[in-house]
C-alpha cells in the first residue's frame, strides 16, 4: 500500500515539473504530504524553483496536505481535481497560522501542477478582447454538425450541436440500465455553493448514486442535493464519445451533473474551453461573454484562478446591491436531450434546470482556449 502511494506521488513530482518559475511567486515554503494514517510520504519544497524530498521533514512545514491513499491515485491519474476533492473533504490542508491564506497558496500550487492550462491574468484580459463581443452576441447559433463548429472556436463564441450525442450508448440507455451498471457507487451531492458573503466552503453529502436516482423519479418525494462535478466511471467509459475537435488527451475524465428541476449552479466561469452535452432533460443557460466581466461582480475562491463566481444572481437580482448589472447583456439558450454545448474559456454562464436533468461535461484542462491559439497550426497546451 505504501508503496503505492510513493508511487502516485512520485507522479505528482513528474507534473510538478512544468510548472514556471513565474506561478512559484510568493508561494515560498516546504508543504508536507501524509497519508491519512499520519504516514509521511513527501516534501514540496518551494523556494525560485520547485523541488522534492522523501525524507521526514526536520523542521515545521508551511503546510500539510492529508489525503487517503484512493484520493492520492485519484489525484496522481488527474481523475479529480484538486479543488474538487477539496470542497468535498477528500484533500486536507492544515496550517499552524494563518490558515485561510496558507490554504489558498496551497490550492493555487495545486492547479498550477494538475491543471497543464496554465492561466495568468493576462491571458484572462486577452479571452476578454479575443472572445466574440457580448454586444454581437443577441443569440446562440444552433449547428447540425460537429465538424461545422471551427469557426466558432476561433471566435471564441458558444455553438449548440443539435443531436450531437444521439448515438452514444448511454443516451440510449434507460435510468434503470445506467444505474445497473454502476450498483452502490458512492457520490457527493451539492447542497450548498460556496458562500461568497461569509467565505463558507461548499457543503456536500455523500450517498450512493442508485438512491438518488431513485429519489429524483418519486413523485412529490424531495430531493437533496446536486450531484454536480461527479467524475463519470470506468464502467461507462465506452458509453460516451470526447469531442472530435480536439485531440483526446487535452480532456480530463468527464465529469457529470444530474439533477431535479430549480437545481444548477450560479452565475460563474471557467477559464478552460468546455463541452457540455444533455443527455436527459432540459437546462437553461445564460450566457455572457468575457467583455460582460465588468457588470458581473466577479469574486475569488481559494485563489484558483480557472474558476471565477459571481455575486449576483440573474434569477433574483438586487439593483442596489449590484447596480452596474443592468449595463450587462446576455442571451439565454436552452439545452434539449441530445445537445452538445461549446462553452468557451472565459464566458460567464447560469444554469437552471428545467426538470430532471443529466449532463455530462468535458473540460479541456490540458490545452489552451482555442480563441487565444487561431494563428498556430495546432491545439497545444500551454507553453509560458
Known sequence: MLAN???????????????????????????????????????????ETLSWSFTAPQCPPRASITLSDTTLEVLANKVDDP?????????????????????????KLLNFIFNSALVDTQRIVQLATRSTQGKDFPLCQVIADQRDIEPYLKRGEPVIVRNAATAWPIFCMSVGQIVSHLGSLDVSLLLEEYDLENARPPKYQKTSFADYVESLYVPDAPVHGYMAANTVPPALEDSYRFPSVFAREVFNTP????????????????????????????????????????????????????????????????????????HSVSTVCELQAGDMLYLPAGWWHHVLNLEVSWSLNFFAVNGEPRVLSVNRDNYESVQL
Open 83 to 107: 479543488l474538487t476533492l477539496f470542497n468535498t473533504g477528500k484533500l486536507l490542508i492544515s496550517a499552524d497560522s494563518d490558515h485561510t491564506e496558507i490554504a489558498v497558496d496551497v490550492m
Open 255 to 326: 465529469r457529470w451533473w444530474i439533477g431535479p428541476a430549480g437545481t444548477g449552479l450560479r452565475l460563474h466561469r471557467d477559464m478552460v474551453d468546455n463541452f457540455l452535452v444533455q443527455l436527459k432533460g432540459r437546462k437553461k443557460i445564460r450566457l455572457y461573454a468575457p467583455s460582460e466581466t465588468r457588470f458581473l461582480y466577479p469574486a475569488s475562491v481559494g485563489g484558483n484562478l480557472m474558476y471565477e463566481p459571481s455575486r449576483v444572481d440573474p434569477e433574483n437580482y438586487q439593483a442596489d446591491k449590484f447596480p452596474d448589472y443592468q
Open 5 to 47: 502511494a510513493v508511487s502516485n506521488l512520485r507522479l505528482i513530482e513528474t507534473l510538478s515539473e512544468k510548472v514556471p518559475v513565474w506561478a512559484l511567486r510568493g508561494l515560498q515554503g516546504r508543504y508536507h504530504w501524509q497519508l491519512e494514517s499520519g504516514t509521511h510520504l513527501g516534501c514540496m519544497d518551494v523556494s
